[in-house]
């Protein structure tokens, strides 16, 4: 069997070509339902039989670079000065709307300062979507390159936070976490660093996905703390008085901590934590040997009041929070979990009990490029029973629909929204597919997930090349790369891409536009 190789070349970035991206002419042909493909999940502790419930509509082969969409209209763009984007945070600030975008490693050229500056925050003015005005770029500091994830939080909202003011949750790098503020977008100012990342004990050192809660300040930090045995551990911290960072406790799986032996669970370690009133849910692993664990957030945070040492770093302590975990094949990890609760079944109206039920959506991230890795995909997760997570239907977009694994870059899902607000919420979640673009998939029957939308952007002159070694042979692709999304109160999506092609500006269309208005 030949051995392949999936890579991604880096090239410079672009310093000329400053122009704002051009929009390519809509495709309308692409409306047409022609399949529900249906498959069989293998167990997930134990042999289930679930179905997609995808439907799939007739798409190009992407090759003429041209925009797809289905029930989906583009509404504006930004070039993000042609920076590698991971996450977009859409972010009220009295009464304008600032959209905060986490970069990727690398450099470019910043036409504000005429400097060339490492990628760190982007911040954008999109209170008028059809316009959106590039305010200011926050580089990385420290040497760093790169500041993947951000978070905002009012003043107003924090314990102890200034009035009128707002801060920015960063990471900077693999190398620490950040407060900025952005009280004058156009003007940020660096106030603190929270947390300088450790290594583990084979030298790893990193850091991810955070979670600030305004209405408390507790911050949940992804990173790298000394001597722990996975890359990616919770770092919790009180940042209810912004100026006063306070750590709280370190946590993961039990047999993550330093002191542990034997296999590593989890993978790779915490990806990504979401929180929802009293709950906790972690997602472990990104795209391998993953987990998804529900905790009791009074008891992660105060720890055990009959143990000597409430948090103490030990099996007891770090299994107390726990309510319920699913350990995931080792062809899948845990990138999100996103919990739905309390949504109506319809067709369990006539039943005494249950007919309101609570899920989670959790994804699998791709990180191969032109498919040369397991497929990936995203599944709903009854947890009525919190204590026994169970698989009970799955979303995926099907390659031929599309030929999405000759058009280079990854195909599969990466994240879905954050947003757990109107009007999208317990109607329709949104998720990246890098390059099958955004999808929207309508959950209000979570045992029966399907598509109602989907949109890919056009390639331009900024789009970088991704490239798979397939029996011994490189092979580079121009693809779009949609790598984060996120949805707002207007219900616009705000998409992003890893491969440099910008932000883009979309709204739903037709039935699906319909399903939000209701």
């Known amino acids: 069997m030949s051995r392949r190789i999936a890579c991604r070349r880096n090239r410079p970035g672009n310093l000329d070509g400053l122009s704002k991206l051009s929009v390519v002419s809509y495709a309308s042909s692409l409306e047409n339902l022609c399949m529900k493909a249906w498959i069989s999940l293998v167990a997930i502790g134990a042999c289930l039989t679930v179905g997609t419930g995808a439907v799939a509509q007739t798409q190009t082969d992407g090759t003429d670079h041209s925009e797809e969409r289905f029930n989906t209209r583009l509404v504006g763009t930004n070039d993000l000065q042609a920076r590698s984007a991971y996450q977009p945070l859409p972010v009220r600030q009295g009464d304008r709307r600032i959209l905060y975008v986490g970069h990727h490693a690398g450099d470019g050229l910043n036409p504000l300062t005429g400097v060339v500056e490492p990628n760190g925050t982007s911040v954008v003015d999109v209170s008028n979507p059809t316009n959106p005005v590039y305010l200011s770029h926050i580089p990385a500091t420290s040497g760093a390159s790169g500041a993947q994830m951000v978070q905002v939080c009012a003043g107003d909202e924090l314990p102890e936070g200034a009035a009128g003011r707002f801060y920015l949750l960063r990471t900077n790098g693999n190398q620490s976490h950040e407060l900025w503020d952005v009280t004058d977008p156009a003007s940020p100012s660096f106030l603190l660093t929270v947390a300088e990342m450790g290594h583990t004990p084979e030298g790893e050192q990193n850091t991810h996905k955070n979670w600030w809660e305004c209405d408390t300040g507790v911050a949940y930090l992804v990173g790298t703390v000394e001597g722990w045995r996975a890359p990616r551990i919770l770092q919790i911290f009180d940042l209810a008085d912004p100026a006063s960072p306070r750590r709280v406790r370190d946590f993961s799986l039990p047999g993550v901590q330093p002191d542990a032996n034997g296999p590593v669970p989890g993978g790779s370690g915490v990806h990504e934590v979401v929180r929802l009133g009293n709950r906790l849910f972690l997602a472990y692993g990104t795209s391998g040997n993953g987990a998804v664990q529900i905790l009791d957030r009074d008891k ?35 990138h999100t979990a996103m919990p739905l609760l309390d949504i109506e079944i319809p067709d369990y109206a006539g039943n005494r009990d249950y007919s309101t039920r609570d899920f989670l959506f959790v994804v699998s991230e791709s990180t191969g490029n032109s498919c040369q890795e397991a497929r990936h995909i995203t599944f709903m997760l009854d947890i009525t029973d919190e204590a026994h997570p169970l698989p009970v239907d799955t979303f995926q977009v099907p390659e031929a629909t599309g030929g999405f694994c000759d058009r280079g870059g990854r195909f599969g899902p990466h994240s879905p929204q954050w947003s757990m607000e109107p009007p999208f919420y317990k109607k329709l979640i949104a998720v990246s597919w890098f390059n099958a673009g955004a999808r929207v998939i309508d959950i209000r029957d979570p045992f029966h997930l399907k598509e109602v939308a989907y949109y890919i952007p056009a390639i331009t002159d900024r789009t970088d090349e991704r490239c798979a070694i397939i029996d011994g042979v490189e092979t580079c692709k121009v693809a779009i790369q949609t790598n984060n999304l996120e949805v707002d109160d207007r219900g616009l999506l705000y998409l992003v891409d890893r491969a440099n092609t910008g932000l883009h500006i979309v709204e739903l269309t037709g039935p699906a536009a319909a399903i939000i208005a209701n």
């Open 300 to 334: 992660l945070l105060k720890g055990n009041p009959d143990a000597a040492v409430p948090l103490a770093v030990s099996p007891a302590s770090l299994i107390f929070p726990q309510i319920g975990r699913l350990d995931l094949p080792s062809f899948w990890g845990g």
